[in-house]
């Protein structure tokens, strides 16, 4: 048997797929890289997530600067 969404070789497990999930698999027939351009543009790499993590501690930082400088402002 088959997978229903990409084609290969199935498991053991059974699914059936919605309206939506057809559309993928059809989309995944005509392009066989569909899986690698998703996690290329879904998941995020180790650079990518402290990256991230750098924006946020630094905007975080910025806020509570505001912050103390408006609780000066009103002193």
Do not use: H, W
């Given at each position: 048997m088959t997978c229903y969404l990409c084609g290969k070789?199935?498991?053991?497990?059974?699914?059936?797929?919605?309206n939506d999930c057809?559309?993928?698999q059809d989309i995944m027939k005509l392009y066989p890289d569909v899986k690698e351009t998703l996690e290329f543009v879904y998941l995020r790499n180790d650079t990518q997530?402290?990256?991230?993590?750098?924006?946020?501690?630094?905007?975080?930082?910025q806020l509570k600067k505001v912050k103390e400088v408006e609780t000066e402002q009103v002193d």
């Amino acid at each position: 048997m088959t997978c229903y969404l990409c084609g290969k070789k199935k498991e053991s497990y059974m699914a059936y797929l919605c309206n939506d999930c057809q559309r993928i698999q059809d989309i995944m027939k005509l392009y066989p890289d569909v899986k690698e351009t998703l996690e290329f543009v879904y998941l995020r790499n180790d650079t990518q997530i402290n990256n991230k993590k750098d924006i946020v501690t630094k905007k975080l930082k910025q806020l509570k600067k505001v912050k103390e400088v408006e609780t000066e402002q009103v002193d």
